[in-house]
């Protein structure tokens, strides 16, 4: 299959990304026959396919939100596990981004393309690490394609939370987080630094928490916050959803310290904007030197950039001599920080 180009096997349209010798699309954000889906994100995953192949645990998130009847029918697909469909072979590998989450690789006629949905390259106790696949395009988000955002180390960013909590024991400390994904990792590495004491919970984030620690995530105790004394959250940290943290819910907490995990707190007017005292950068996409030290560790000659600063990163690639363009992909960056700002939630439980 001399001549095959790139744009033969993956192509937009208005469904998402198509893949017309397979098949099938990735993360459409309209019901199509078959679509394969990166993660559980409500923005990638959308109820109503035919046929949804994915990794188990994007499955059982889907299922959790929108019920048994999310899809017609369903699959598996483990990382690293190549699969037949129509003229192409396809494979998924570890994303980093969320519980379950990846990058799906294709392949025809001698080219391998890698859509690889959200993803980060920092270590995250909660999710398989980020792996680096070859290939000759690769498809990458810019959420934060940007010089200016250095995400800095996640480790140092509860250390402040947790020296607030210890200057102010007797201030309740309210941590905004996006329910899949960032929540359960705030919490990981709050007990990896060695925080033993029970964190609160919005009744939203629950159900999603609950399915991390049933595939083995430790996250120690946790309580619901409704199910708490006023009294029981001063010196204590509860996680919400973003849109929480600063409405009427909070009356029931002492004194609430609001805080913000997200990559877009290395924004100060931003936080401040916001009412956020306490901003965390913490992100579960790659930052700007992640994004470009992924593209050149994967070879690829072809960069193709969706959702998030598209020009930064096309200019990028064209100075490293690789051939890029935007992909004007739209419908993501809707649930997680995709939304540059304290974002409603979508399609949380
Ligand atoms: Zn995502």
Redesign the pocket.
């Known amino acids: 299959m001399i001549g095959m180009r790139p744009q033969d096997i993956l192509s937009p349209t208005a469904a998402g990304l198509c893949c017309k010798p397979g098949g099938f699309h990735i993360d459409p954000v309209r019901p199509v026959e078959r679509a394969l889906i990166t993660?559980g994100?409500s923005d990638?995953a959308r109820p109503g396919h035919g046929a949804v192949l994915a990794t188990q645990e994007t499955l059982d998130i889907m299922r959790l939100r929108y019920g048994d009847n999310f899809a017609g029918s369903t699959q598996v697909i483990s990382y690293g596990e190549h699969l037949k469909l129509g003229k192409t072979e396809v494979s998924f590998h570890p994303a980093g981004?969320?519980l379950g989450s990846a990058q799906i690789a294709v392949d025809h006629g001698g080219l391998r393309i890698v859509a690889s949905g959200?993803y980060k390259d920092a270590l995250d106790p909660t999710c398989t690490p980020f792996e680096i696949v070859s290939c000759d395009v690769f498809i990458t988000e810019a959420t934060f394609g940007l010089p200016i955002f250095r995400h800095g180390d996640a480790d140092g960013e509860i250390c402040k939370l947790l020296d607030s909590v210890s200057l102010f024991p007797e201030r309740a400390h309210l941590v905004g987080a996006y329910s899949l994904g960032k929540a359960q990792r705030v919490i990981a590495l709050l007990r990896k630094a060695g925080y033993g004491a029970p964190i609160y919970l919005h009744g939203a984030m629950e159900g999603i928490t609950r399915y991390y620690q049933s595939r083995g995530i430790d996250l120690g105790e946790l309580r619901l916050a409704r199910d708490a004394k006023k009294a029981d959250l001063a010196g204590a940290i509860t996680l919400a959803p973003p849109s929480a943290i600063t409405d009427i819910w909070t009356r029931r907490f002492p004194d609430p310290v609001a805080a913000f995990a997200s990559g877009w707190m290395r924004t100060r007017a931003r936080a401040r904007q916001k009412g956020i005292e306490l901003p965390l950068v913490i992100s579960?996409h790659a930052d700007w030197n992640g994004l470009t030290a992924t593209i050149a560790a994967t070879g690829a000659g072809e960069v193709w950039v969706t959702h998030g600063q598209e020009d930064a990163l096309v200019h990028w690639c064209e100075t490293k001599g690789l051939k890029a363009r935007p992909l004007d992909l739209v419908g993501y960056g809707e649930?997680?920080e995709g939304a540059s700002v304290v974002a409603e939630e979508g399609g949380a439980p």
């Open positions: 993660h994100h990638h981004h969320v959200d579960d649930e997680d």
